[in-house]
């Protein structure tokens, strides 16, 4: 099973982008799903994280922005991206773990320009 992120690309600054990350096969329903972020020069970075029963987190850099949900019968999960700043620009990558493995998606890269 392979994760294939999309969606990012270039924005100006106060739109917004959702990215998708969608699972070739299917994983096991008792997972955590998360999107992480990494800027130019720096760590990458945990952007949102969802449960298997919906429970989400949110870097405080992102809360009230951005909205992390999932659509387990497409084996898809999203972040949707608003009010987007200049300072999110960054490679966007998923991650979902499972009690038996974890899966890492590429990265997708979003530009948001002032």
């Known amino acids: 099973v392979q994760l294939q992120a999309s969606g990012g690309g270039l924005v100006q600054a106060g739109g917004s982008l959702r990215l998708s990350c969608a699972a070739s096969?299917?994983?096991?329903?008792?997972?955590?799903g998360n999107w992480y972020r990494q800027a130019p020069g720096m760590q990458r970075a945990l952007v949102a994280t969802?449960?298997?029963?919906?429970?989400?987190n949110y870097a405080d850099s992102v809360k009230g922005r951005f909205t992390i949900s999932r659509d387990n019968a497409k084996n898809t999960m999203y972040l949707q991206m608003n009010s987007l700043k200049p300072e999110d620009t960054a490679v966007y990558s998923c991650?979902?773990?499972?009690?038996?493995?974890?899966?890492w998606g590429q990265g997708t890269l979003v530009t948001v320009s002032s």
């Open positions: 991650n979902v773990i499972t009690p038996w493995r974890h899966y």
């Open positions: 096969g299917s994983i096991s329903s008792i997972n955590v």
């Open positions: 969802i449960t298997y029963d919906g429970t989400t």
